[in-house]
């Protein structure tokens, strides 16, 4: 009896549980179609695609198969003319029946940074409108997808989504993603579409397009890019002048981008800073990890990375060990905190930095517009007047004497994704064209006023010598401060309360001027392993600072993790040695 | 038992057990493939298909060839091991004060001790990371500093001279103070079911506190000091969140910091060797297997459950 009510009863509850399944499922289904427009669109189309009317040169709405007057367009070949192939492809996908393509655009970033995806908006607004004006019967949308903070979960999240064909179709992220995406087949090699776009590709600084190249092929287009210059306060220097009479910052720039000062002067200006009471510390850097800022120390001392020939990591003995030779030999004497790699970012190191308790800070230029909106000093942000009084900025010097000044970028970049256009009708079959819509979308992206607005409002710098030119232009910075200048609505209105924050010509002149570094700009190895011998180099500089290690035990702790690793010791090569007669400072 | 019972069992226990396959069995047994695979940056397309063992070469190679690598594994060992004496043993002290304290009292002190469980993960692992940061600012030293017993600020856990004790000890107090309210909660609700007569019997008899503890009460509530000891045995060995950010934010040393559960989610998440982190985890779950079969044996857990002596 027990039996048979238990069984009823089990039989209604799994029949309501199925039940439930099967109404969630219908409900959802029902959700996605009705939500399936996309949020951010960026063409103001005057009509409905669908209901225009085509003019006389637009090919018919209507399937193919009634088109008895018109020959069919060709498949279209980029030719290096955006609005000749925005035309084609519109034309060709209109008259298969696409009258639309849907994008989708991600970045990450700091607040100010969101023209890492509204530049596609605008894109495509400006491709739309180039359809429109010769009546082609198709148009672009775009869904953006912009996170506050750094792009690495972007990427990583991009990595998972690619595999159930989630991931965003174009994405602006670091560099030193390409080799990895690009090994494992989730973006697009546009080498083919870039070679016929040279003109456009020649825009761009050539130290910069390296970051886009793997293996001798395009995965990419430079979005942004920044410089590490070498901070110097100028109330701490001027105290210096008072007590020794020592000018430091005479004609510093010109000193150091000759390579008169190099380490060895800024070691023995550190000492003075610290010694006549100046400040407390002489010079302070990044906490946490010796990618990037600190790498530079090895392209400072003549030393590389990367082996061209080979493609292979490098060990630079003799460079690595003069850079934990400064660091061990600072920290002993008390320049820079023996626990640098562990202080805090805000409770720490920017408030001596901010209030002048160092004379050098290696920094990077987006901390000349960081220490203007944060309260790092005195409980409140630096004026932009202040922060130009304050800070007097270099290249980061050269090693020894003959070797050459340096600085570092991280460029971000487009990266189209190699299912780009997945989410349109009849991708299997168009797929080839969807891609070029999405190169177009990056091509249009990189207009000198959206990378010139980008690196304005968001302290980055420019990656094409136009923008840095449109930077310089008095009257159109004037323009922007205004909002005067030809923007979709959409993308106005987004970046209207930033530009009114940013868009002043302190910053601006800063800039320019930063943006004369990049001429001198190194990059990190774009190598799948770098990050994991970039790990070993921190730890390695944390134990000299520490004392835990001399700078030669620290040499050869690098050199063992390296051989520890069965991965990483084949793709890394160790060369020269230790330097024996060399003297620091 | 005849098959209609059997099916009748089965039956109602299917949504139990459809719950341990789907979030328990199938894991474990996707570990332990992704472990013979080279899966990396998380490219199931290319590599999910191929087989090899060049995960568990590879963590081999590093255990005998890397020192840092045999450092995560005596900071496991350590942290594992002496976090787990004090989430017990504190727990059960904790229990047994608020056992005796007045109700009231001992509702506000119980509530006290579970603010670290109820602190998200982050805002708990912030306040113990200025605590114990190496400048005057942090807590600990600007209170040393104040009472005179430093004369400068000391980094705790990044020292050279301190280590690896300093990070050992700031990952053992910061994981101590969440662990041992878990142990404070079973172990109280345990000694409360104790009959009041045996406490009452006891005390007339003249038993002192300690005899009373240790006749009385201990005895009854051992099958919770099994439970606690091996629930938070495995739960030690697998939690990494707030040693995660201990680590990240640099308030301990980088590798007498990590444990092998950090490892693991460094391997998957930070260098992306998905394989290796696979294989890591499994290694992580059979030690996980073996000691808590060890610690129910060592136990008794067996003469603990007794057949029933009565007729079911």
Known sequence: ?585 | MNKSRLGTILFFLSPALALVLVFYIIPLILAIYIGFTPLRDWNLKAYLGKFTTQSYQYLFYLLTHDPDVSKVVKTTIVFTTVTLVVNVLGGLALALATFFMEERVSLTYRSLWLLPRLTPVAVYSLLWYYFFLGDASGTLNSLLLRLGVIDHPVSWGTDPSLQPEGSWLILIVVNGFVGVSFGMIIFYSALKSIPREHIIAARIDGATTLQLIRRVMLPQIRWHLVYVTIWQLLSLLTTFAHIFLLTEWGVVDRWWGTTWALYVFNEAFTTGEQGVAAAAATILVAIGAVLGIISLRLLGFKKMMPEPRGEL
């Not at chain 1, 192939?85 to 969101?114: C, M, Q, R, T, W």
Request: charged share 20%; glycine share 6%; proline share 6%.
């Open chain 1, 1 to 585: 009896m027990a039996s048979r009510t238990a069984w009823i009863t089990a039989a209604i509850i799994i029949i309501i549980i199925i039940g439930a399944v099967a109404y969630y499922y219908s409900g959802k289904k029902g959700g996605a179609t009705t939500t399936a427009s996309p949020t951010t669109t960026a063409p103001p189309a005057t009509t409905s695609p669908q209901t225009t009317q085509p003019t006389t040169t637009a090919p018919p709405t209507t399937s193919p198969k009634t088109t008895t007057t018109q020959a069919a367009p060709p498949k279209p070949v980029l030719t290096g003319n955006v609005e000749k192939d925005i035309v084609a492809i519109g034309k060709y996908l209109a008259y298969h029946g696409i009258h639309e393509a849907k994008f989708s655009v991600a970045s990450a970033g700091d607040p100010n940074s969101v023209m890492r995806v509204y530049a596609i908006v605008e894109a495509a607004y400006r491709l739309n409108k180039i359809l429109e004006k010769n009546g082609v019967d198709f148009r672009i949308k775009i869904t953006t997808n912009f996170r506050r903070g750094g792009g690495d979960k972007l990427a990583q999240d991009f990595e998972t989504a690619f595999q159930a064909n989630k991931n965003p179709d174009i994405m602006a992220n670091s560099y030193k993603w390409i080799a990895r995406f690009a090994e494992e087949g989730y973006i697009l090699d546009i080498t083919p579409y870039v070679e016929k776009y040279q003109s456009f590709i020649n825009e761009f600084y050539p130290s910069l397009l390296k970051a886009v190249e793997w293996k001798g092929k395009y995965y990419g287009i430079p979005q942004d890019t920044e410089a590490r210059p070498l901070y110097w306060r100028t109330d701490v220097a001027a105290c210096i002048k008072e007590k020794t009479g020592t000018d430091i910052l005479a004609n510093l720039y010109d000193k150091v981008k000759t390579g008169q000062v190099t380490w060895h002067e800024v070691y023995k200006y550190a000492e003075l800073a610290v010694k006549t009471g100046c400040s407390k510390w002489g010079v302070l850097h990044r906490k946490g990890s010796a990618h990037p800022d600190l790498i530079q120390f090895i392209f400072a001392f003549g030393g590389q990375l990367e082996d061209p020939k080979t493609g292979k990591l490098v060990v630079d003995v003799p460079a690595v060990y003069k850079w934990l030779y400064v660091e061990w030999k600072m920290a002993r004497e008390g320049l820079i905190p023996k626990d640098m790699m562990s202080w805090d970012w805000a409770k720490q190191i920017h408030p001596a930095v901010v209030c002048g308790k160092t004379l050098i800070w290696i920094g990077g230029t987006w901390h000349w517009t960081e220490w203007q909106t944060k309260p790092y000093c005195k409980g409140r942000p630096l004026t932009a007047e202040e922060v130009k009084k304050y800070f007097y900025y270099t290249l980061f010097p050269a090693g020894d004497h003959g070797d050459k000044p340096v600085t570092l970028s991280q460029p971000f970049v487009w990266m189209i994704a190699s299912n780009a256009g997945k989410d349109n009708k009849e991708y299997n079959k168009y797929k080839d064209v969807y891609h070029m819509i999405a190169f177009l979308l990056v091509v249009k992206a990189s207009d000198p006023d959206l990378i010139a607005i980008h690196s304005i409002i968001s302290a980055h710098l420019p990656v094409t010598k136009k923008a840095a030119e449109l930077i310089n232009d008095k009257t159109w910075v004037q323009k922007l401060a205004n909002l005067q200048i030809e923007l979709s609505p959409e993308v106005k209105n987004a970046i209207a309360d930033i530009v009114k924050k940013t868009v002043n010509e302190i910053n601006v002149e800063f800039l320019a001027n930063a943006s004369k570094m990049l001429e001198y700009t190194k990059l990190t190895p774009m190598h799948p392993l770098y990050p994991r011998l970039a790990n070993i180099f921190r730890d390695a500089v944390n134990y000299v600072l520490l004392g835990e290690m001399t700078p030669d035990k620290a040499v050869q702790y690098i050199i063992s993790k390296v051989k520890a690793d069965p991965e990483l010791s084949k793709a890394v090569e160790i060369k020269g040695e230790i330097p024996k007669n060399w003297q620091f400072p």
